[in-house]
């Protein structure tokens, strides 16, 4: 025997198939010209929302993280991993099966069975236990199950990244909610400032003190600030109904969410810079550099190809003519010995594969780069606007206000007969941009604060053993 896997060897090496001089194109990113900070980013609980100090975001983001479909689905890719882990494995140890036939033949006159068989119908049984175990010479099937490993690693590390983007999206839409509703109070007070100028238009109209025009601009806009008010409602509702899709609900759960009640205030732990171990917190990231990992696996089983198959084969039953004789010590048959697989001319399948598993390794390692990159310039980009938006806070307040003072002494002053109209309108114009102002910047401030704080990681806590120092491309 193991002067036949001598030979066999030998001629294996001998006759296989050249490999191609095919090498990647793309090289990865280098993590240290990204202009990273020294400074690790700030560690955030799991339910990091609860510090807004609002019961029905705690009652609501489990049940969003719970219920929504692109995360069921997410979860539903790692138990495909995990099955394709499992086939490759098995793959890789020696595999048994139990085969029967029994069928009736006309056997051949002019073969090599002998009278009285010959020519005539018979029974013919073949019972077979079979053995075989693909010898991994060169790595193919360890090459297979770490590619399968790492797609795994990478299935999981997006489960964890959808969670981070339905937690992101989540607040976005809460927010947005809280600032509908927001506006719908401010247009209501509109409203309400509104109809106090038409009622005071009207009497100085009556009095003779105004004309007909500012009456009806006084009316257009009442009528203009309730279409605000109906407007800033509809968008309430559309408000919910997209949270109760997050959820994976219907129309059940819109009676449920009533208005927002968070404290914005509330001081989140925020990188100030791009975090030294940025790229280690991201489970996108992480989970690009896994496919990379699996990538560059694919790539060696597929350079294996070009390397013979060597298998151990072995098989013992029964074979016989009659159904009364194939259970006998006559009827044993057995056999063993090595089998090969030698590819010699294949019209370039395997170099094609060998060209396309590379170029698959070329385009992991590009979007790896790409998920690098962009979570550089998502967080840069959210602390720039964290920063912007705390500066216009300020002036907002400021300009605030300015315009409940201006419109105070602008009413005042009208009611008196001492300025007209327009000055008045103007100062209720100004007064309610203020106001509406105001409420904007309070909530973007708050979405970029929550946008900074998941493009950090969130409350992802990466494993121990991270594929950033494993596998690193």
Known sequence: MRKIFSVLSLLALSACVATPPTEPQ????????????????????????????????????????????????????????????????????????????????????????????????????????SFSWSIDFWGKQAALIAQAQNTGKAAQLDAEAAKLALAGAFAQTYLNLYLAWEN?????????????????????????????????????????????????????????????????????????????????????PLPSALPADLLSRRPDVMAALARVAAAAKGREAAHAEFYPNINLAAFAGFQAIGLGN???????????????????????????????????????????????????????????????????????????????????AAQSRYQSGLSNQMTLLTAESTLLSARQQMAGVVANEAIQRITLLLSVGGGFNPPPASLADKDQP
């Open 26 to 129: 793309v090289k990865s990113v280098d993590a240290a010209a990204l202009g990273l900070g020294s400074q690790s980013a700030p560690r955030q609980s799991d339910t990091w929302w609860t510090a807004f100090q609002d019961p029905q975001v705690d009652r609501l983001a489990p049940q969003v993280i719970a219920g929504n479909p692109s995360l069921a689905a997410a979860l539903a890719r790692i138990r495909g991993a995990q099955a394709q882990l499992a086939v490759a494995q098995a793959a890789d140890l020696p595999q048994v099966n139990l085969e029967g036939q029994e069928q009736r033949e006309l056997l051949s006159k002019d073969y090599v069975i002998p009278p009285p068989y010959a020519g005539s119908w018979r029974w013919v049984g073949n019972l077979q236990a």
């Open 184 to 268: 719908g109070e401010i247009a209501g007070r509109a409203v309400a400032e509104r109809q106090d100028i038409l009622n005071l238009t009207q009497n100085r109209f009556n009095s003779g003190l105004e004309n007909d025009a500012a009456l009806e601009q006084a009316k257009a806009l009442l009528s203009l600030a309730k279409i605000d008010q109906l407007r800033y409602g509809a968008q309430r509702d559309t408000d919910i109904h997209a949270i109760a899709a997050l959820m994976g609900e219907g129309a059940n759960v819109y009676p449920t969410i009533t208005r927002p009640a968070p404290k914005l205030d509330t001081a989140l």
């Open 326 to 408: 194939l259970i006998s010590g006559n009827a044993v048959t057995a056999g063993a010995g090595p089998a090969l697989h030698l590819p010699i001319f294949d019209a370039g399948r395997i170099r094609a594969q060998y060209a396309g598993a590379t170029a698959g390794l070329d385009v992991a390692v590009a979007d790896y780069n790409g998920a690098v990159t962009g979570a550089v310039r998502q967080v840069a980009d959210a602390v720039t606007q964290v920063q912007s938006l705390s500066a216009q806070r300020a002036q907002a307040q400021e300009a605030l206000a300015s315009a409940e003072r201006s419109y105070a």
